[in-house]
């Protein structure tokens, strides 16, 4: 189905994190729960986390966490719950005067034939997965984008190397979040034209404090990981 790209919506997480105590969260299954608070799922990666499961706290190897939508799965057997969680989230602030976008899923796939193969035809090994892209703005590179508070600003951040979640929101409602890294920024201009900053980003892998972590980029649901 046609859907206009007018409609999407892109943002980035503030890494000014707020600290949550005992945060409710929701059964999606037996041995899965998500954060309760649409707007409080980003989880902080440098923070301690702790998961209760009917107020006990749970040991870091016995839980999967979710830092871009706030899911956590059991790694054996399920929760007794209810299940609450410690920890710090990052509120997101949206880009303005987006007017383009492009994300760019890879996976390397190595050959992995050997001699006396059953068939004729190579056989491929799936390996590292990445992702890449492009954001096209009409704000300056320098522009604040909090709104107060910290300030995010698309060249600061290149400039620090700082690693940001980077969020797509569809006209279905479907999110689309990664961590990434601001590699290429260039802003361009002709005479006639108005003045267009690029903002080229590439994925960067989650390194959580605690737990591990069930993604480093995906969308809210429907992941083929099994992890959505």
């Known amino acids: 189905m046609a859907n206009a790209a007018y409609t999407c919506v892109l943002a ?14 929701t059964m999606l299954a037996a041995n899965e729960y998500q954060i309760s608070i649409a707007l409080r799922r980003i989880i902080s990666p440098d923070t301690a986390i702790v998961v209760y499961d009917n107020a006990v706290a749970q040991a870091d190897a016995d839980v999967t966490i979710n830092y871009l939508f706030g899911k956590i799965k059991k790694v054996s057997g399920n929760f007794t719950g209810p299940v609450t969680i410690d920890y710090a989230y990052m509120p997101v602030v ?3 005067e987006v007017r383009s976008f492009e994300i760019n899923m890879s996976r390397e796939v190595h050959d992995s034939t050997v001699m006396a193969s059953a068939t004729a035809v190579r056989a491929k090994t799936p390996g590292l997965k990445d992702a890449s892209g492009t954001i096209g703005s009409l704000e300056p590179l320098t522009t604040d984008l909090s709104g107060g508070g910290v300030t995010i600003s698309v060249f600061a951040d290149w400039n620090a190397g700082t690693k940001r979640v980077l969020e797509v929101t569809f006209p279905s409602g479907l999110i689309w979040r990664a961590f990434v890294k601001f590699k290429d920024i260039p802003e361009n201009a002709s005479f006639d034209q108005l003045l267009e900053s690029t903002i080229n980003w590439e994925l960067d892998a989650c390194d959580g404090t605690d ?6 980029f995906g969308f809210s649901s429907g992941n083929p990981d099994g992890y959505d």
């Open 211 to 216: 737990q591990t972590e069930g993604s480093s």
């Open 12 to 25: 980035v997480a503030n890494n000014e994190s707020a600290p949550s105590t005992g945060a409710a969260t």
């Open 94 to 96: 949206n880009f303005a």
